[in-house]
């Protein structure tokens, strides 16, 4: 059974900074490309950053680059996501997401809320 359980989230002034982690179960973790995504209310959930199976490739929203960074420990099936500088626009759930293939796996989320 794939598990995907983010945590790190939480309530941070803006210009703080707050490091999520997704724990992965029930895959061959190193095998995916995982992703980062948020969602806040009302709006559409959309894509923050990702990482390749290695961890060789990174890609950023235009939203975030240069303030979040995603990282990944293939020993520990886990990825991060380290968010520097937060704005109150960064107010959303996050989720992760492991791909491979047509395969698609999602976490529950964490709740992240920037306050001004």
């Known amino acids: 059974q794939v598990q995907l359980v983010e945590s790190g989230g939480g309530l941070v002034q803006s210009g703080g900074s707050l490091r999520l982690s997704c724990a992965a179960s029930?895959?061959?973790?190193?095998?995916?490309?995982m992703s980062w995504y948020h969602q806040a209310p009302g709006k559409q959930r959309e894509l923050v950053a990702s990482i390749s199976s290695s961890g060789g490739n990174t890609e950023y929203s235009d939203s975030v680059k240069g303030r979040f960074t995603i990282s990944r420990d293939n020993a520990k099936n886990t990825v991060y996501l380290q968010m520097n500088n937060l704005k109150t626009e960064d107010t959303a759930m996050y989720y992760c997401?492991?791909?491979?293939?047509?395969?698609?796996?999602w976490g529950q989320g964490t709740q992240v809320t920037v306050s001004s």
């Open positions: 997401k492991a791909k491979l293939g047509w395969l698609e796996y």
């Open positions: 029930g895959i061959m973790f190193s095998r995916y490309a």
